[in-house]
Structure formats: structure tokens, C-alpha cells
């Protein structure tokens, strides 16, 4: 009889392979195969074999109802395999249940690597886009707006399943992502989908470019002008963004375009009557 060692290698490449046959006629010949049941189902997912994760649960695989940083999570989240969480579906998995410190949810996952179909079946069977945990800074919604590897055309995909799903776009920061980004195509989604309030948002948003002081707090107006995005300035003040606005400490809109060096955006200010203390 092979060792057991043999026997768990053995078990990892059929697994991996998809040779369910293999997978069955090994798992009878190890000592104790109940405790090797979890590692199974754990490379099942990981490498999007939906057959043998329903094997799996046939042989009596069990999942926590909820779960922090579990390991058999992270396996499937990072698979992205839409076959392997219906079979998690088929069984009672719970999508809004389970989280990761180090990736965030299955939507945040999917959101980070913009994958549209993986967003669409989440979307689509249950995943809450206003319930989830984030991952870093962020929640779902503001990784698929800023995400550096998504193009354009998959950050408004994305975000138009979201807000079809029912995203909240109130006190997210959503608006202030877009404006920073200077991703105008997005911040007029968000805008027709959100109302004029959204203009006006304060909320704690550290930036794309890192942590920043909560002082920094500001407008997505006031954060286009930080970023040095003129197009977003011009944009957002043709929709009624109010120039007036100040950061925590005071700081004007003024201020900040003068202190980046944003010569242009001073011009257009001032042009617009924004005054340094007017702000």
C-alpha cells in the first residue's frame, strides 16, 4: 500500500487534474479519510473543480455557517469560479456570511480583479453590494472605480451592476473616488444615479495615492482640485459644485490649488469668482 505521504500527493494531482475517479479510489485507501476531507474540497476550489467539492459535501464535507480568514474561503475567492459557489449555493453557503481580513468578501475579490461575470453571479445570487467588508481602504464599489488594471469599460460595467443591484452610493465615497480619478464617465453615472447631494459629500476618503491626514477631508470638488484634475473640476462646477467648500481645517479650494501648483486650475477658479476666502 502506498505511504500516506504518497497517497496525499497523489490525492493533490488528481484533484487538481479533475480525475474524480482517481480522487474516490485514493480517498478509500487513506487511514483517516474524514480528516483529509477538508483539505480535498480546500484544492477542489482552489483549482475550480466543481465536481469534486460535490463529491465533497456527498462525503459528508461541512462548512461553517459564517467564517473569518477561513482558509477554505480564501481557496474558493481566489479560484473565482462561479461553478464552485453554486455548489456552495446548492448547499446552504451563505455569501454575505464570510470574510476575509486580507482579501475582503467574494464581491471585493471580484471588484479588485475585474471580473464582470464573477461580479454578475454574485450580484445576481444574493451578494448584498452594501454589506460587505472591504479590503484595505476599501469596499467593493470603490476598488472596481479605482482599480489601476480594470479599463474603462469594465470599471462601468461594474459599477452599473452595482448600482443595479442596489449599491449605496451615500456616505461611501464613491463621488470623491471618481472625481480624484478624474473618471468623468463614471462620476456622471454616479451623479444621475445618486442626485446633486452627492456633490456636497464629506466623507473620510484617504486617496488613491495613499493614507492621507483626515484633514484632507474634502469634496469630490475639493479632492479633483487636490488631484490636480481640471477636466473634473470643470466638470463638477458645470453641475453646481459649490467652490466654497473647505477641507477640516479650513483650507479652500483655492488653497489647495495653489499649494499643488496647479496654475491652470488657479486660473479657472479665479476666473469663476472662487476667491482664497471665499472657499
Known amino acids: 500500500m502506498p505511504s500516506s505521504e504518497h497517497l496525499t500527493d497523489q490525492l493533490s494531482t488528481a484533484v487538481k487534474a479533475g480525475d474524480l475517479y482517481l480522487v474516490n479510489s485514493l480517498y478509500t485507501q487513506l487511514a483517516s479519510p474524514r480528516s483529509s476531507l477538508d483539505e480535498i474540497a480546500q484544492q477542489a476550489a482552489q483549482h475550480a473543480q466543481p465536481l469534486i467539492l460535490e463529491w465533497c459535501f456527498q462525503h459528508g464535507l461541512t462548512l461553517p455557517a459564517s467564517s473569518m480568514n477561513n482558509s ?96 449605496r452610493l451615500e456616505g461611501t465615497g464613491a463621488a470623491i473616488a471618481a472625481a480624484e480619478t478624474g473618471n468623468l464617465q463614471v462620476l456622471e453615472m454616479l451623479l444621475e444615479r445618486g442626485g446633486p447631494e452627492l456633490l456636497e459629500e464629506k466623507v473620510i476618503w484617504w486617496g488613491v495615492s495613499g493614507r492621507e491626514s483626515i484633514n484632507s477631508e474634502g469634496t469630490p470638488l475639493y479632492r479633483a482640485i487636490r488631484a490636480g484634475q481640471k477636466e473634473a473640476v470643470e466638470f463638477l462646477l458645470a453641475r453646481g459644485a459649490d467652490g466654497r467648500s473647505t477641507d477640516r481645517i479650513g483650507r479652500s479650494c483655492l488653497d489647495v490649488a495653489r499649494a499643488g501648483g496647479y496654475d491652470d486650475i488657479v486660473k479657472l477658479l479665479e476666473e469663476r469668482g472662487i476667491g482664497e476666502r471665499e472657499c
Open 72 to 167: 477554505f474561503y480564501h481557496a474558493a475567492i481566489g479560484c473565482r469560479s462561479p461553478a464552485i459557489f453554486s455548489i456552495l449555493l446548492h448547499h446552504g453557503f451563505d455569501l454575505n456570511a464570510h470574510w476575509s481580513e486580507y482579501h475582503g468578501d467574494a464581491l471585493v475579490v471580484a471588484c479588485m480583479d475585474g471580473d464582470v461575470p464573477f461580479v454578475r453571479f454574485l450580484l445576481e445570487n444574493g451578494q448584498d453590494p452594501n454589506a460587505g467588508r472591504g479590503c484595505g481602504e476599501y469596499e467593493a464599489l470603490i476598488w472596481a472605480i479605482v482599480g489601476d488594471s480594470l479599463d474603462q469599460a469594465t470599471k462601468m460595467e461594474i459599477v452599473g451592476l452595482m448600482l443595479e443591484h442596489g449599491a
